[in-house]
Each structure stands twice: as C-alpha cells, then as structure tokens.
C-alpha cells in the first residue's frame, strides 16, 4: 500500500509540504484544522515553536518537497477519519447529507417555518404554565419542516436562530439549541425521524422551569446555593410533565433527564458519567451550554462565539466527551455563522455560510470597508475562493469580533 500521509519532524520541513495533521490538537495553536501548505520560512520557523513534528500528506504535497529519505523512513500514519470517530461514538453507518439548496434559497422557507415554530412554541409554555395538556404532536408537526430544511442547508435556520436570540431567551433558547442539535445529529449522520427526536427533547429539555417563580428566573445576580438547588427541579418537574403526555418519545425523555449530566460525573440530577450519559442528553448537554453562554442572560452577557468554542474546546473531556465536543466544533466552526470578523486586508463582515470542508474560510458578508467605513452596498464573499491560486495570498479572517464592534447594529444585516 502506498503512504500518503507520513509522520515528519520538524526540523525536516521543507517548502511545499502540506501539513495534514499535529502532534497536538489544531485549537492549541493558530492553524486551520483543515491543514495547510508550508509556503515559506517564516512558516517553518513558526511551526517549530509549536510542535515537535507533524503529519505531511505527500499527494497534496508539491512533488520536489518530500526527500526520498523521508519517504523512505517507513513513517506512515493512519489518522483516525471522522467517519469513523463518529461510527464510535453513534454506533452506525453515517447517513451523507449534502447542502441540497443554496443559503439564499433556502431563507424564505426557513423563515416560514420558524415563525411558525417560534408561535408553536409559544403556545406550548402558556399551556403548560396554564397547568394544561402539552399538545406534542402539534410541536412535532412543526418540528418536521425545520429538520427538512436543515438537512438541506443548515445555514439558513442558523442564522435565522442567531437574529432571534438577541429577543427573548426564555422563548428562543429552546429553539436555537433545536437548531443546533440538529445540525449537529446531521453531521453525525443520523437518520432523519432521531433528528425529529433531537429537536423534540430540545423543545422541552427546560419545561419544567415554567413551573418556577419568575422571579428566581430572571434574577439579575448569581444564584445562591439553595436557589440553585430549587432551579435543579426543573429536570424532575419535567420530566414528570412530558412522561405523562401523549406523544412524549424515549429520545426526548432522556434528553430531559439528562442534558445537565456531565463527562466527568459532575452534573445533576444523577451525576452520570461518559457513556452513562445516553448521546442524545450528550449532545444536549453540549448545544445547551453553548447556546447560553453565547445569548444575553439576566445575570450575563454573551461572549462572542469564537471565545465561546475555545471554552467547549477547554471543557472537553471534562464537562463534555472529548470526541463528541470535536465535532460539535467542526459543525459550529471557529467563526460561526452569525459572527462578525475583521479580514486581512481591514474590512470587517459578518459570517452568513460555512464551508464544509474549509471552516477557516465561510462565506462572508462585508459590511465596513478597510477604513471601519459603512458600505453603501455590502458584499458577499467566499473565502474559499482563491486557495488554489498561486499569485498573492488569498483573503482570510484576522480575527473574530465581539457582537456590535464598531458600533454595528445588527438590524443593518440581518434580512
């Protein structure tokens, strides 16, 4: 069998090599997780103060960049792929979705739909703050579009999720962790009916809180212990709610029960650990923590998303399954979309698309020039595009932003 990806150190790096992989993860250093070409010395100096050697994939390598001696070193390398990191944690064959529909086709439907689903949703905590029968098959009814349209293109309900959160959090955090989870089931492959499920549990995974004083809710300090205890009831109060309802399905009981279950045995009610945590409490587990610390709250405000990542990054393993917050990373990207970045020539946009295999690179919506100044007609822009050119180096994102840099009101572009 030929070796196509073979392990170098770095003192033997030359010009041209593509650099497929480190001996530490992406996230700990500055490089895009989907590798890169060495192009110059400064890029060799600086992989030597990271890393001791690297993974080299000689096919998308320059031809005169490999010695024979290094090829000849028997130093091949297998990186574990992502389908099968994923085949472990799911336990079945990845089902391939495929963006179907462009961004821009995609929104109009996706806005229907979410009115919908926000009205939906609506109702169903008056009825059950009412003391009233929940009407699950009337919120599965409207689950079922959004799940279509994120399989499609999950772009579209992304961004829409973004816009709402900056409304009501009670209301939109539910929907925004339904958007989430089901992304994030369709990057792991599953099948269509658990991403319905997914939804379901995320739906209802906090009913229980609307039997709670709104005061203690809402309150505009941290929480004392005691009244942390009483927040913790809401698990048990809605479980108890939706286990009693028509409807109600396993996947969404148990994403009831245990999105506040945690890797390390640190969680509640039960203080299950690893794979005692079901995958569906797992990844609820993930969206919810992720949704919250990047939404306004009453005692908090929202870190900018690019920070919010490199906190999953640094829980992993404790809070959350190593595996599962990688490719929960992979889904949102580094830059999620909704961000507002500076690019390397000044200008400053927000990120409206993902690049499924470039994360470093989505498409882009350019809002100020070079100068900080406003556009009178923005500008949509794929970073992707020009990485095979080899002239001047293609345009890429300098640095994440925090939400409302250089005073943008998000009204401007959002549509």
């Known amino acids: 069998m030929s070796i196509t990806v073979i392990k170098v150190r770095v003192d033997d790096l030359q010009r041209g090599m593509f650099v497929s992989s480190l001996d530490r993860p992406w996230l700990e250093t ?20 990271y890393c001791d050697y690297v993974y080299v994939d000689v096919l998308k390598s320059e031809d005169h960049s490999i010695p024979g001696h290094i ?24 089902i391939n979705y495929q963006k179907s529909v462009p961004r821009e086709e995609e929104m109009g439907s996706a806005r229907l739909h979410y009115e919908v689903l926000e009205s939906t949703y609506q109702t169903l905590l008056q009825d059950a703050e009412g003391d009233k029968q929940l009407n699950l098959p009337v919120l599965k009814k409207a689950i079922e579009p959004m799940v279509q349209s994120i399989t499609r293109n999950p772009d579209a ?8 959160r900056m409304d009501s959090y009670t209301y939109h955090h539910a929907l925004s962790c339904a958007v989430w989870a089901v992304a994030f089931g369709r990057h792991l492959g599953l099948p269509v009916n658990q991403l319905n499920s997914l939804a379901t549990g995320c739906f209802l995974f906090d009913i229980g809180k609307c039997r709670l004083s709104k005061e203690l809710l ?21 479980f108890e709610m939706v286990k009693q309802t028509k409807g109600a399905d396993r ?17 509640y009610p039960l203080g299950l650990s690893e794979e005692k945590i079901p995958l569906c409490g797992r990844i609820a587990g993930i969206v919810d923590a992720y949704d919250a610390i990047t939404s ?21 393993g404790i809070d959350f399954q190593t595996e599962l917050a990688e490719q929960f990373i992979q889904v949102v990207g580094i830059y999620p979309v909704g961000s507002l970045v500076e690019l390397s020539n000044g200008s400053v946009g927000v990120v409206i698309g993902q690049n499924d295999h470039y994360r470093l ?3 882009i919506m350019v809002l ?35 939400p409302g840099a250089y005073d943008l009101d998000p009204n401007l572009y959002y549509f």
Not at 43 to 48: C, E, I, P
Not at 225 to 235: D, I, M
């Open 157 to 164: 309900f992304i961004w829409l999720a973004h816009l709402k």
């Open 368 to 402: 100020l020039d070079h100068d900080k100044q406003l556009l009178d007609e923005f500008q949509e822009l794929d970073l992707q595009a020009g990485l095979e050119s080899k002239g001047t180096a293609p345009l890429s994102i300098a640095r994440g932003l925090p």
């Open 30 to 49: 500055p490089y895009p997780i989907q590798g890169f070409q060495i192009l110059s010395e400064q890029d060799l100096l600086a992989l030597k103060s």
């Open 296 to 316: 306004q709250r009453p005692f908090c405000q929202p870190l900018p998303a690019f920070e919010a990542i490199e906190l999953l990054y640094q829980w992993r």
């Open 251 to 267: 996947m969404a009981l148990e994403m009831i029960s245990t999105h506040h279950e945690r890797h390390n045995g640190s969680g």
């Open 218 to 238: 809402n309150n505009q300090r941290r929480l004392s212990v005691e009244e942390f205890e009483t927040v913790k009831q809401h698990v048990r109060i809605g």
């Open 71 to 94: 090829l000849g070193a028997g130093g091949a390398h297998d990186p574990v792929s992502d389908a099968m990191q994923i085949r472990r944690l799911t336990g079945r064959t990845r």
């Open 361 to 363: 690179r989505p498409l």
